[in-house]
């Protein structure tokens, strides 16, 4: 069982930068994707970021691709998302995911089987 917990979240302006942490407790880290999905409110989960258990791929969605850039350090078994350039539609609950690694299933949400609780990004304008 992987837990995850989310850091980082908070209330900033528009055109700020965050950065949002993901701790996982589970020593096979190295080996899973791990995903960043946002709930906006009163929408459905969406994703936002992903990345392999080599860091050799990248996924963005195109809504923060070019302002986010994603990273994990597989010796602390963390992963990170970088955001720049808020916008109030990044108001979100940010959560981490981690997934057994199937090629091409990183955008897709049914495939993460372990989630964190969340965490609360909010950009005012």
């Known amino acids: 069982q992987v837990q995850l917990v989310e850091s980082g979240g908070g209330s900033v302006q528009a055109g700020s930068s965050l950065r949002l942490s993901c701790a996982a407790s589970?020593?096979?880290?190295?080996?899973?994707?791990m995903g960043w999905f946002r709930q906006l409110p009163g929408k459905g989960r969406e994703f936002v970021a992903a990345?392999?258990?080599?860091?050799?791929?990248?996924y963005y969605s195109d809504d923060v691709k070019g302002r986010s850039t994603i990273s994990r350090d597989n010796a602390k078994n963390t992963v990170n998302l970088q955001m720049h350039s808020l916008k109030p539609e990044d108001t979100a609950v940010y959560y981490c995911?981690?997934?057994?690694?199937?090629?091409?299933?990183?955008?897709?949400?049914?495939?993460?089987?372990?989630w964190g609780p969340g965490t609360q990004v909010t950009v005012s304008s």
């Open positions: 995911a981690a997934q057994i690694p199937y090629p091409g299933s990183e955008r897709r949400e049914e495939e993460y089987a372990y």
């Open positions: 589970e020593g096979s880290f190295s080996r899973l994707t």
């Open positions: 990345i392999t258990w080599t860091a050799g791929s990248t």
